[in-house]
């Protein structure tokens, strides 16, 4: 399930993590730039940018324009980032979403379905223009939800679209989905498009199981 990129970002990410908590860049201290941590993981610049990203998603840095990256805590983990944590938001995505899949695939009607094809087309678009992959991501989870024909489960995956918003930024992929990881999308899009549950099924698991994974290795 893990890309080169995804894998280097999420390295970056766990090293500086790691060194943050050992105080090797203590609070209020500023991290190197991107050029200087780009040299010494011998990744490039936008791997960088992606992995200061999620430590500034997780309040661990502030990362002001011209200035720099600044450390403002080094005390964070999976149950202090929102108000549920981030793996529960993610276990909470999985059965919803499991759930409106099951639903889908046998209530969508073509409306819902061609809402289904037109988030993913849109998704598909981003990544092969290597755009910000995050609101294309977001809308097309949403579309599956809500082709479930299913208020309550709507009303559930709205509850919390804040937190769910938050844990699309800080996975695997950050803001630039691999190809690897859009194929899984695909799967899901096919569970509602063609009725193929199983592999839909299948390819969440495989989605949420990985971005448990990424999390708790980010977080400890």
Same mark, same amino acid.
């Given at each position: 399930m893990k890309d080169g990129t995804s894998t280097q970002r999420a390295r970056v990410a766990d090293d500086l993590l !790691?060194?943050?908590?050992? &105080? /090797?860049?203590?609070? &209020? &201290?500023?991290?190197?730039?991107?050029r200087q941590l780009a040299e010494t993981y011998g990744v490039s610049r936008p791997v960088v940018r992606e992995a200061l990203g999620m430590l500034s998603m997780l309040d661990v840095i502030d990362v002001q324009m011209g200035r &720099?990256?600044?450390?403002?805590?080094?005390?964070v983990s999976t149950e202090q980032t929102t108000d549920y944590g981030l793996i529960d938001v993610v276990d909470a995505r999985e059965a919803i979403e499991s759930g409106a899949l099951r639903l889908a695939a046998v209530r969508a009607d073509t409306h819902e379905k061609a809402a289904v094809r037109a988030a993913l087309d849109a998704l598909e678009r981003a990544v092969r223009s290597a755009d910000d992959t995050s609101a294309a991501d977001l809308e097309l989870h949403r579309a599956i939800v809500r082709a479930? !024909?299913?208020?309550? /489960?709507q009303k559930l995956w709205d509850d919390i679209n804040d937190e769910i918003a938050q844990t699309i930024r800080v996975s695997p992929h950050g803001r630039a989905m691999s190809q690897e990881i859009l194929a899984d999308h695909r799967a899901l899009a096919e569970g509602v498009i063609d009725g193929e549950l199983v592999g839909a099924l299948a390819a969440t698991r495989a989605l949420y199981d990985h971005h448990r994974d990424f999390l708790r290795s980010l977080l400890g």
């Open positions: !790691r060194e943050i908590r050992e &105080g /090797l860049h203590p609070v &209020g &201290g500023k991290l190197p730039s991107e &720099g990256a600044f450390v403002v805590n080094a005390d479930a !024909r299913s208020p309550l /489960l």
